[in-house]
């Protein structure tokens, strides 16, 4: 992983248009991020990524920002700021050294999912703090995951079909929750298996 992330800081950058360093510039302090945010272009990364803690650096896939309007890139851009607001990051160094070290619990992989699924909804709410249309917003996240899968690469939904409820939750639609035969059978099961350990 930090070989991975030497080398998108490093390789096959190029400068963004000056009206997104400005507008980087403006929404971080708005945000209240004291450390200087960078923003560059991408040419291997395939969907919008921040790394790094004490200088953090936010990239754009390249082929990406031309399908995007931009309305839909400034909340692309917000998002990616709630995470270094929110030292996502930093945490996210946590969250996998636990995991590493307590790679065979399933609760832990499980609490993980959680912990990703609430940090990325949070993001989500964060930018329609913003006069942003959920629907616009919505769209470029459907439009980054189309390009994504047209890289082959693994889909932003998951298994879980995480970007469909993320999307849901941004329009506003509100599902009435059943409870399915595979739900009560896994929690059948572990409350079983803790009764039996």
């Known amino acids: 992983n930090y070989t991975y992330v030497q080398k998108i800081r490093t390789q096959g950058l190029s400068k963004i248009k000056a009206e997104w360093r400005i507008f980087i510039k403006r929404k971080s302090a708005y945000m209240g991020i004291v450390r200087k945010v960078e923003i560059w272009l991408s040419d291997i990364v395939t969907t919008p990524v921040t790394i790094g803690y004490l200088k953090p650096v936010i990239l754009i896939p390249v082929a990406a920002i031309n399908h995007l309007s931009t309305q839909q890139v400034e909340a692309i851009l917000l998002h990616e700021l709630s995470h270094i607001r929110r030292y996502d990051y930093l945490f996210n160094l946590v969250i996998n050294f ?29 930018v329609m703090r913003f006069p942003f249309k959920p629907t616009e917003y919505a769209t470029a996240l459907l ?37 399915s035969f595979r739900q009560i059978s896994i929690s059948f099961f572990t409350v079983l298996g803790i009764a039996f350990m």
């Open 143 to 179: 439009l980054l995951e189309k390009y994504n899968q047209r890289q082959m690469m693994m889909a932003a939904a998951g298994k879980d079909h995480d970007l469909l409820h993320r999307v849901e939750a941004i329009l506003g639609i509100h599902k009435k929750t059943n409870l």
């Open 98 to 126: 636990i995991k590493t070290v307590l790679y065979f619990n399933p609760f832990v992989n499980l609490f993980v999912k959680i912990i990703e699924r609430e940090r990325e909804n949070s993001c989500d709410e964060m």
